[in-house]
């Protein structure tokens, strides 16, 4: 499960988690190399992703990257993107908005760890 996750540590980056973990100036094949979306493959476990479209703090493009590369990679992915929100928000308890994310998180590990037929 990922929440308004940090992907790319190339674009749409949130350049606070970058310089935390690599310094100033990183060298470029590290960005790379730390670029979750850039290391998916079909070995991936399920993801399940919640983000919001304008969450001012960690663009949801790193969303949309990953699960691409999941789709393309064949591992199975839920992605939902809320229209408004703050990063940060957990389980929203206090946002009609948000709140059911959690809902639809447990909703969908009962479906994938239910046995089809």
Partial sequence: MLGYPVISF?????????????????????????????????????????????????????SLFFAEACVRNKVPVALHIYPHGNHGVGMALNNPDLSGWTEVMVKWLIDWHTPLG
């Fill in 10 to 62: 190339e674009e749409f980056t949130h350049m606070g988690s970058v310089k935390n973990l690599l310094g100033a100036t990183p060298p470029p094949d590290m960005t790379r190399q730390l670029s979750n979306q850039k290391q998916v493959t079909a070995d991936n476990p399920p993801a399940f992703i919640f983000h919001t479209a304008d969450d001012p703090a960690v663009p949801v493009q790193g």
